[in-house]
């Protein structure tokens, strides 16, 4: 079926363009409290999967070995922008573990931030690897790898121990055998995991309100995970991205993960509305990352009660500026109408 409307992008009073896509949320309860297209539509988790990612090097001891604090786990778990703050606890990781620069596989990219870039740029600063948007990830892949004595310079690879005991992870938490799993090369290098969209609002589920068939080890880890999040918004994304946004907006009642190609997971903390947790998929169908994605997250989060209806205004609906910072539109959302 064809994905239906999420968000309008509309200049004047014309409607220009559209974008569709899908979505779901599911509460501890095993209701499903908010279904708009298809619900088993299978995409690629992308960084949305990031806590997943850093629980085996929690779960593996590899955290506490190398004194692992919940700033530096909050950075393994993030998409971040590249700012100072980002590339400082990136560097302070890398030196725990006794690892280089040189080491991560995560290639270079300028950072997201464009202040930080244009500083990067007129000091012709060189720009390493500890810029990508996630060279935490890859530090505490590599540290985990060091920790349980494997081989850290191939960590990227699909047959690697690494990536096996996350894609286990995943599997346990998303409650899909890892066979069922198609694994495609991910932007940073590292393999990622498609999956039907219930599945990975599930696996967020697991997060925020690990299922009582869980084992201590994992309720504990994801504990330990979520609580860094919370505690470190700024981390996750950085200055005016999404993820940190909404987390300010409602702290410690929420986490949130963007992932690329118009994903987006969050898991709301139990709480007396959803005593045993909420965790939302989107899937923009299109990909749009900068306008469909963040409107249409925040009417999800003002629909459920996340957040308080005036909220967020600047981003719901999103003003449209042309190049001398004239209003000359709006992106608006349209999940009330579907």
């Given amino acids: 079926m064809e994905a239906p409307v ?16 899908h ?7 095993a209701r499903t409290l908010l279904e708009i297209g298809n619900r088993f539509v299978i995409t690629y988790f992308r960084s949305a999967s990031k806590p ?41 990781m890398l030196e725990k573990a006794g690892l280089s620069e040189s080491e991560l596989q995560c ?16 000091s012709n600063a060189e720009i390493t690897e500890v810029y990508n948007n996630c060279s935490g990830k890859h530090t505490a892949m590599i540290a985990f790898a060091k920790h349980i004595r494997t081989d850290t310079s191939r960590y990227m ?38 999956m039907p969209l219930e599945a990975m609002a599930l696996g967020f589920l697991n997060l925020v309100a690990p299922s009582n068939e869980l084992s201590d080890e994992f309720h504990a880890a994801s504990k ?13 994304g950085g200055t005016d ?18 992932g690329a190609d118009g994903v987006w997971l969050c898991g709301v903390l139990p709480c007396d509305e959803y005593p045993r947790g909420l965790a939302v998929a989107l899937k923009i169908e299109d990909g749009d990352d900068k306008r469909a994605r963040p409107v249409v997250a925040v009417e999800i989060l003002k629909r ?35």
Avoid at 6 to 21: D, Q
Avoid at 52 to 70: E, H, I, N, R
Avoid at 111 to 122: D, I, S
């Fill in 157 to 194: 690879e699909c047959g690697h121990p690494i990536q096996q005991k996350i894609l286990e992870t995943i599997s346990v938490l998303c409650d899909i055998p890892k066979e069922q799993i198609p694994i495609g090369i991910d932007g940073c290098c590292v393999p990622n995991f498609a």
């Fill in 304 to 338: 459920l009660g996340v957040l308080p209806n005036e909220g967020l205004r600047e981003l719901s609906p999103m003003p449209i500026q042309n190049r001398r910072g004239d209003m000359v539109g709006h992106v608006e959302p349209t999940i009330d109408k579907n």
């Fill in 6 to 21: 999420l968000a309008k992008v509309i200049r004047g009073e014309t409607v220009e363009s559209v974008h569709r896509g």
């Fill in 241 to 258: 991205r999404l993820d940190t946004i909404l987390m300010a907006a409602a702290p410690e009642k929420l986490i949130s993960k963007v």
């Fill in 224 to 236: 330990r995970v979520v609580d860094a999040m919370l505690a470190h918004p700024e981390l996750i």
């Fill in 52 to 92: 997943f990612q850093v629980l085996p090097c929690v779960t593996s001891g590899a955290a506490d070995a190398f004194g692992y604090t919940d700033d530096e786990i909050a950075l393994a778990c993030a998409s971040h922008s590249g700012e100072l703050m980002h590339v400082k606890v990136c560097r302070r």
């Fill in 107 to 122: 290639g270079r990219h300028l950072p997201f931030n464009e202040k930080e870039t244009e500083r990067l740029l007129r």
């Fill in 23 to 29: 979505i779901v949320a599911i509460d501890g309860d």
